[in-house]
């Protein structure tokens, strides 16, 4: 035993003897492979490298892929020649060495959806986007590839603003509108009827968008003023204000007319459809007369009842249209323009009013949905920057390499002198 452990004692003395004797070999290459294999690595961790950078885009059609207007969002779809050299030209001193070409055949540039799933992999519990953009197409500037990704989420997220513009209302009575002129010249060649009708037609419009929108967000306040305050006193303004029924009952009364020329048109064309609504009425009270006139009675006494109600029903219907025959007959009798001032003025005043009412919706919805309209990073840091080893494990791996190595080389030389002695 005791012999065993001096021999032991001898080997570990005269290993350590060798180890000592080719300390600077050993040296010289554990240190040359470390040097070597570090730089390799670096090189190829430099070549290799991208900055990845995962986030969210909060706007309306982020989650769904389709813009406000209906059109497709597509994220993996910005990767193409025609978007990179847009962001590019966004900035072209910025980035005037970057090629285009290179960046989309590089494996390593990434657009893409990630999404994490439930248990049952049914429901997606968490989504977000993610872009690595590697950083040889910027000179090794991860500087320069973050600020690259950068300028793709201020064109994603201005091309969502924009298309937040469908929102808007039309304005029919907007100079910006189809008719592209100013308020009363868009009202120069049209009837009463027909101003009446397009209000109507607007102030729908404009009530459904306000309630779509409280629908949809709820209680909105921006600079103090309530979405729902705005649509309360619209709806007051235009029952009470307004009164379309009003302003035709008093169209008729003391017959006004606006362009002689649509208005007598119209007029006529009217004439025509309610002649003939009195004239069908007329045949179906003479014919129901004529029925009633045959049936002998105690007959079916419930026919009967019928049949009157039915002569009844036209007969009131037949009153007021003629009534409304003899307004417009009337109108017809008036050879050309009958305007009041003050009447007129209180029409183009109501329609400017309906049309800064829309404008001012308009812009109340795009400043709130544009509000909503951001980019939200979804790790941190914000953007990584990642490389294909980890260069402090690795350098510690190669290290033990290059000692392995040197020890080996020291122990051969050493056995190589060995040889040398003998011979």
Known sequence: ?????????????????KIWKNKILIIIVTLSITLVGVATLYFINRKTSYVSNNFNYNFIGS???????????????LENEEFLTKIKNRNLEKFKTLNIDELLNDDKLLFDVNEKKDEKNE???ERYFKINMPTKHFNYNKNLAKDFIKEIHKEVLEVAKEKNNSLNLVNYFDSNSIFNTEVT???EGLTYDQIFYQIRNQYTLTLNGFQKFIDKYGQVTIDGVNIDKLQTDYIFWYNTVVNVEGLEEEVNQKNYIRN?????KNVKQKLLMLEKEIEINNKVISDLIDILNQVPLPGTILDLEVYNKEIEKRTIENVYLNYEKNELEALI???NQNIDEAFETFVLDSVEKMSDTVKYFNKFN???TNSLVRYQRTTSPEFEVKKDFNMPLMSVVILM????IGLTTGFIKESSNKNKELN
């Open 333 to 335: 009798a008036v050879d």
């Open 185 to 187: 010249e868009i009202l």
């Open 123 to 125: 429901v997606v519990i």
């Open 260 to 264: 002689y020329e649509e208005t007598l």
């Open 63 to 77: 989650d769904t892929g389709l813009y406000a207007d209906g059109s497709i969002f597509d994220f993996r779809s």
């Open 401 to 404: 390499i290059g000692g392995i």
């Open 366 to 368: 795009l400043d709130y």
């Open 1 to 17: 035993m005791d012999n065993l452990e001096q021999n032991n004692e001898i080997s570990l003395y005269d290993l350590w003897i």
